[in-house]
């Protein structure tokens, strides 16, 4: 099916607001870290903290959440600047991103024990990179894809970097005694707790990776979903 001009025009205001939201987000934060003392999570079982200054700033980009906003601010501007993306890599990073920042949604909202900072800069940031990039996200991609993009190769390429974030913050948390979020307080929980929630990440990752798989496959051929070249 054709794809119309106004729908093209649509789809790179959704993929530029998602991108503004991501960067504005990240740079709020940076921000806030740049002139605070970073904080300890609910019932730490270390205590190290950072900053403030540039060492604080620069821990931020260990964050899965910095990580997650930063893909999907570059891909969604990546679309805006050209929807015709023909790149198997590039689908593949824009599934990372996708998934990545609806991970990050629930998983602060649902799941994470977080202190309020009761700072508008902080407290802007997180909402901007915790609640509102994971909704338009995930709107975007329903509504404007790219369609027909999906496949097992690419999710299992997909799985890849959070795989390796999970191995990387360990390590590295086990040399700088200092953890990102309590789900992987190791000192407190041990490796095994650590494992367990791990796991339970993986497998939120691989069925918010099927609905996607699912959306792709139903609504690009029955629902005429904006389709770009593959």
Request: with cysteine.
């Amino acid at each position: 099916m054709q794809t119309s001009k106004l729908n093209l025009t649509l789809a790179r205001v959704v993929f530029a607001s998602t991108a503004i939201v991501c960067f504005i987000g990240v740079l709020l934060e940076l921000w806030y870290a740049y002139h605070h003392q970073s904080s300890l999570p609910p019932n730490a079982g270390f205590t190290r903290t950072f900053g403030p200054g540039i060492g604080s700033l620069l821990n931020q980009f260990s964050f899965f959440t910095t990580q997650s906003n930063l893909i999907l601010g570059i891909t969604t501007l990546t679309l805006a600047l050209n929807l015709d993306r023909t790149s198997s890599s590039f689908h593949i990073w824009r599934l990372i991103g996708v998934i990545d920042i609806t991970i990050t949604g629930i998983v602060f909202n649902f799941v994470l024990q977080t202190v309020p900072k009761n700072d508008i800069i902080a407290d802007t940031a997180s909402r901007l990179e915790h609640d509102i990039a994971p909704i338009i996200a995930v709107i975007g991609w329903i509504i404007f894809g790219p369609a027909k993009t999906v496949t097992l190769r690419r999710i299992l390429l997909a799985a890849i970097l959070p795989i390796a974030y999970a191995a990387f913050t360990l390590i590295r948390g086990a040399i700088m005694e200092w953890y990102p979020y309590n789900i992987m307080d190791v000192p407190r929980l041990g490796y095994s707790g650590v494992a367990i929630n791990i796991v339970g990440i993986f497998v939120l990752f691989l069925l918010i990776a099927g609905f996607l798989a699912l959306v792709d496959r139903l609504l690009s051929s029955k629902f005429a979903r904006i389709s770009f070249s593959k």
